[in-house]
Protein backbone atom coordinates (compact mmCIF):
# COMPACT_ATOMS: atom_id res chain seq x y z
CA UNK A 1 0.00 0.00 0.00
CA UNK A 2 1.12 3.26 -0.55
CA UNK A 3 2.01 6.07 1.18
CA UNK A 4 -0.92 8.15 -1.34
CA UNK A 5 -3.27 4.94 -0.75
CA UNK A 6 -3.12 4.81 3.15
CA UNK A 7 -3.46 8.46 3.19
CA UNK A 8 -7.10 8.04 1.20
CA UNK A 9 -8.02 4.96 3.07
CA UNK A 10 -8.17 6.55 6.37
CA UNK A 11 -9.52 9.79 4.89
CA UNK A 12 -12.06 7.66 3.19
CA UNK A 13 -13.04 5.67 6.68
CA UNK A 14 -13.50 9.11 8.21
CA UNK A 15 -15.80 10.20 5.69
CA UNK A 16 -17.78 7.19 5.72
CA UNK A 17 -18.47 7.92 9.75
CA UNK A 18 -19.91 11.06 8.58
CA UNK A 19 -21.88 9.68 5.74
CA UNK A 20 -19.75 10.34 2.67
CA UNK A 21 -18.77 6.55 1.35
CA UNK A 22 -16.27 7.43 -1.35
CA UNK A 23 -14.68 4.62 -2.57
CA UNK A 24 -15.85 2.12 0.04
CA UNK A 25 -19.27 1.30 -2.11
Do not use: C, N, R, W
Amino acid sequence: MTQMESIEYLFTSESVTEGHPDKMA
